[in-house]
């Protein structure tokens, strides 16, 4: 027989179906009773491992940089592709962003900031994403040189992308093909300072079939 299961291990599995639950329904909207019939255990055993609701959303949120950063490590380990490991990232993001509708967790919490431990939490989310695309963005440079705008604002404006990228999905203001270009072209100038160029990575679709939504 196997070790009985750990409030730890109870954790880890819980955490994609909580994280699931905030980017459906929000903060508010989220009852506890609700979390505990998805998640198929008692609200008992969900104030075991989190003490209250609050350090539920703070889980989810830092799953949503977790699941992102894990995914993103992949595909910087992969040494397909000519055109470098920065590249690869920005081409898969202008395909596949907000796809898993995790952004809905971060938006959600943005209506909480009156709460200063969801306050801290998002400035944590938002200074590790800046941070981890100013690495990229450093690395991918190398002896290019420093570019139009130093790493620092270019990774701002990088993740400031992103998000008007998931606004544009969530409210319909624009479709597939000019969220990839958006993500695509204007990361690209960012980060480089020079018009984009066609890459030897598999490009985003210009028209044809749409992207697959989540």
Known sequence: MGRPSTLED????????????????????????????RCGVGENVLYRIWPDKVA???????????????AWERLLADEQGGDGPFLRLLAHEASHHGEQGLYRIVFAGLS?????????ALQGLYGRFHAFVRRQVTAHRGAQGPGTLDAETAAWAIVG???????GRE????????????????GRVLAEGEPARSP?????????SKPRER
């Open 200 to 208: 030897t990575v598999r490009k985003p679709r210009r028209g044809g």
């Open 112 to 120: 909480e900031t009156d709460d200063p431990r969801i306050r801290r």
């Open 10 to 37: 109870k954790r880890r599995e819980l955490l994609p179906v909580l994280a699931g639950a905030f980017a459906e329904l929000g903060y508010r909207r989220l009852t506890s009773a609700e979390l505990s019939a």
């Open 56 to 70: 539920m959303f703070l889980a989810a949120l830092d799953w949503v940089y977790l699941s992102s950063e894990r």
């Open 171 to 186: 409210l319909g203001l624009f479709g597939a093909a000019s969220r990839e270009r958006l993500l695509w072209d204007a």
């Open 161 to 167: 992308l992103g998000t008007v990228a998931s606004i």
